[in-house]
C-alpha cells in the first residue's frame, strides 16, 4: 500500500511556547526519516502530530494513498507506533497481549502468536504477566508489536531505550527482515544505532521559534 505524508506548515503551540513551527516534508512510500533532537525537543510532540494523535495548532497533515486522501480517523489503520510513553496491559501474560492486538491489527505474513513470540525471543517469558518483566524485555514487545504489525508505516520514538547491546542487535535484525518494505519514521536523540537504515533525516531545532 503506497502511502505518502505530506506536512504543510505544520506547527504546536503549548500555552505561549512554540514547540515546533511552520514544518514542511513530504514523506514518500518507504522513505526512512530520522528525527533527531535532545531530549524534550519536542520530536515526539512532531511524531504524534504526523501520526495525527495530536491536534496542531497550525498547519496540517495529509496522508494519502495512492492520490487518495485518507481521513483522519483512519489513518491508525495504517500505521504501528512505540514509544517510552506508551503502556502494556499489566495484568497480560505475552500470549495475551499478542492474541489483544490481533483483534485489532493483524500481523505480517500471517504469523502465528508462539511464532511471534519466537521472533521477539522470549519463549521462556510467554506466560508471564508484563508487570514482571523488566525494562528491556517490555521493549522488545513494543518494538515486536510494532514492527511485525501488518501497516505500511512504522513510527518509532527512543527505540533503543533500555535495550543492551544484544536486543540493540535485534532491533536492527528485526527491521531488515520485517520492515524494509515500510515508511519508517524514528526519533533519536542522536542514538545512531536507532536509525543506521534512515536515508533522510531532520533536526527539529530548525524548526524552533523564540515566540
Not at 518507504?30 to 535532545?38: N, S, Y
Not at 544484544?166 to 536507532?194: G, P, R
Amino acid at each position: 500500500m503506497p502511502i505518502s505524508i505530506h506536512i504543510n506548515n505544520l506547527g504546536k503551540k503549548f500555552v505561549n511556547e512554540w514547540i515546533f513551527k511552520d514544518v514542511n516534508l513530504n514523506i514518500s512510500p518507504a522513505e526512512k526519516l530520522v528525527i533527531l533532537g535532545a531530549n524534550g525537543s519536542g520530536k515526539s510532540t512532531l511524531l504524534q502530530s504526523i501520526a495525527s494523535f495530536l491536534i496542531p495548532t497550525k498547519g496540517e497533515v495529509v496522508w494519502k494513498n495512492n492520490d487518495q486522501v485518507i481521513e483522519d480517523d483512519t489513518i491508525y489503520k495504517h500505521l504501528s507506533m512505540t514509544s517510552p510513553y506508551m503502556e502494556l496491559i499489566e495484568d497480560f501474560t505475552l500470549v495475551e497481549t499478542i492474541n489483544h492486538q490481533k483483534q485489532f491489527k493483524p500481523f505480517v505474513n500471517k504469523l502465528t502468536t508462539e511464532e511471534i513470540i519466537k521472533r521477539m525471543q522470549l519463549e521462556r517469558a510467554a506466560d508471564k504477566y508484563i508487570k514482571n518483566y523488566s525494562s528491556g524485555m517490555r521493549q522488545r514487545v513494543k518494538l515486536g508489536l510494532a514492527i511485525l504489525a501488518d501497516c505500511p508505516v512504522l513510527l518509532l520514538d527512543e527505540p533503543c531505550s533500555n535495550l543492551d547491546a544484544n536486543a540493540i542487535a535485534w532491533y536492527q535484525n528485526m527491521i531488515t527482515e520485517f520492515a524494509q518494505h515500510k515508511t519508517i519514521l524514528v526519533c533519536s536523540n542522536t542514538v545512531k544505532e536507532e536509525y543506521t537504515f534512515c536515508t533522510d533525516k531532520i533536526e527539529i531545532e530548525k524548526f524552533k521559534v523564540l515566540k
